[in-house]
């Protein structure tokens, strides 16, 4: 999890499991998460025919803002307006890729 977000450590989702906002799988010592669970926590399910497409790891503003050649203010302004699709991770803002490059189609 940690690493598909890019935010975060495990207690951060341990946490989250405890607030019931993540239900856990223990398989032996390891902690999983449900690809459904992991969706729900970041702010819903993916659009019909999507699920390949979340299932990659998440963007950055940063990461986003380079590929538009823009900075991440004016990212995150548009992922806060809702004219960019975006993910939440507790408080940090998330990109789907395949999501990003729907938008960057659209929008040019």
């Known amino acids: 999890m940690p690493r598909r977000c890019r935010h975060g450590s495990n ?11 993540l239900l856990p799988v223990r398989r ?3 902690v999983l998460y449900r690809l ?7 702010g819903g399910p993916p659009l019909a025919g999507w699920d390949a497409a979340y299932r990659v ?3 950055l503003p940063e990461e986003v803002g380079a590929q538009v050649a ?3 203010d004016w ?3 548009r992922a806060r307006s809702g004219e960019l699709p975006c993910r939440r991770v507790g408080s940090q803002v998330r990109f789907v890729p395949a999501e ?3 938008w960057q189609e ?3």
């Open 100 to 102: 990003v490059a729907r």
């Open 28 to 30: 032996g010592r390891s």
């Open 57 to 59: 790891d998440l963007m």
């Open 11 to 21: 207690p951060f989702f341990w946490r989250a499991a405890a607030d019931g906002l």
């Open 75 to 77: 990212v995150l302004d």
């Open 70 to 72: 823009r900075g991440r």
């Open 106 to 108: 659209s929008w040019a």
């Open 36 to 42: 459904a669970e992991v969706f729900a926590f970041e």
